[in-house]
């Protein structure tokens, strides 16, 4: 069974930055498209393809990185100069070719505020 698991979320200050974590349990992580999104409303942030192409939503270019680490099965969102309106749950998902439902993690909460 497939299990992401989101971490790293908090309360930070506006320009401020943190880095979100999704561990994957189980088979497939290595052929599978990673995205995370943020709710509410639900939003598509940034997507890494298998072979590591990445894209990204308008509001967070240049200011959101997203990454992977095949060999720990991990998928990380570096965010920088976090802003007010970023303040969102935020959400690991991955599907595969054969498994375009895909599976969710249950997200970690961002707050940016003073």
């Known amino acids: 069974q497939v299990q992401l698991v989101e971490s790293g979320g908090g309360l930070v200050q506006p320009g401020g930055s943190l880095r979100l974590s999704c561990a994957v349990s189980?088979?497939?992580?290595?052929?599978?498209?990673m995205a995370w999104y943020r709710q509410t409303p639900r939003e598509l942030v940034a997507t890494i393809a298998s072979?590591?192409?990445?894209n990204y939503a308008d509001s967070v270019k240049g200011r959101f990185t997203i990454s992977r680490d095949n060999g720990k099965a991990m998928v990380y969102l570096q965010m920088n100069n976090l802003k007010p309106e970023d303040t969102a749950v935020y959400y690991c998902?991955?599907?595969?070719?054969?498994?375009?439902?895909?599976?969710w993690g249950k997200g970690t909460l961002v707050t940016v505020s003073s």
């Open positions: 189980g088979s497939n992580f290595r052929i599978s498209t």
């Open positions: 998902r991955m599907w595969w070719p054969g498994n375009v439902i895909g599976y």
């Open positions: 072979g590591g192409s990445t």
